[in-house]
């Protein structure tokens, strides 16, 4: 906790005189333009890796960065959180992209390896049904990169499946079908740093470095 604090008072002392202005103007509102969808992994810091503002991202984080997929009316078939992150997000907020990002050595996911690792833990344990559908497919298909560590390989078939169930959501569907809203699998590396996308036409993951910067930038104009 003493390290807590006396990061209020550097945050006070040395950044917050040029955020002044920036907390200011956003007293009267928020206007995010992504819904950030990332585990609750203190290792994954939003912001920094993505270098961006207060008021830049509405995030949501869990453990395994998961969705429960909606029913045909909506609801969601989880935990009321996520669904209600999701629908403001979407319908108040009008965010104009959703990405989900998962990361290497998830907890999470090495929980669903092994469930053993679970014992006593029935309300992770029920958590973590929503991760199946990757479990599955890396038994029945393999994994994307095959040079990874078995939990990495679940890791990233997760971000893919719970991309699935975000579209299970008819707001998310919807926002789409219009144009309105774009959604995005990324998947961070702690031990280098890196963080790469999914890519639908390589079927993989790639680095997001400048080279995909330009090319994606290029792409949309």
């Known amino acids: ?5 006396l990061g209020i008072v550097d945050f006070r002392e040395q950044h917050l005189p040029m955020l002044a202005e ?7 509102g928020q206007s995010p333009d992504t819904l950030f969808i990332t585990c609750a992994d203190s290792r994954v810091v939003p912001n920094l890796l993505l270098s961006s ?3 830049d991202l509405f995030t949501m984080r869990n453990v395994g ?4 997929p909606a029913k045909a009316d909506g609801a969601s078939t989880g935990d009321l959180s996520e669904a209600s992150a999701i629908d403001y997000a979407v319908s108040v907020l009008k965010v104009r992209n959703v ?10 996911m090495k929980a669903v390896l092994d469930p053993d690792m ?8 029920r958590w973590l049904y929503h991760a ?11 994994p994307l990169d095959a040079s990874r560590p078995p939990f990495d390989q679940l890791s990233q078939l997760n971000v893919l499946a719970q991309l699935e169930h975000l579209a299970t959501y008819p707001i998310v569907r919807d926002q789409v079908a219009k144009g309105l809203l774009q959604l995005f699998g990324w998947w961070f590396d702690i031990a280098t ?9 390589d079927r993989s993951f790639v680095l997001i470095d400048r080279t995909f910067a330009d090319s994606e930038t290029a792409a949309s104009e």
């Open 118 to 125: 679970l014992s006593g833990s029935p309300n992770l344990a």
């Open 1 to 5: 906790m003493r390290e807590l604090i």
């Open 99 to 108: 990405v989900v990002c998962g990361h290497s050595g998830c907890g999470a």
């Open 193 to 201: 740093g890196d963080m790469h996308a999914w890519r639908e036409r």
């Open 132 to 142: 199946d559908t990757a479990a599955f497919r890396l038994t029945r298909d393999g």
């Open 65 to 68: 960065n998961l969705i429960p």
């Open 53 to 55: 503002d207060p008021g």
């Open 22 to 28: 920036r907390f200011r103007t956003l007293s009267s």
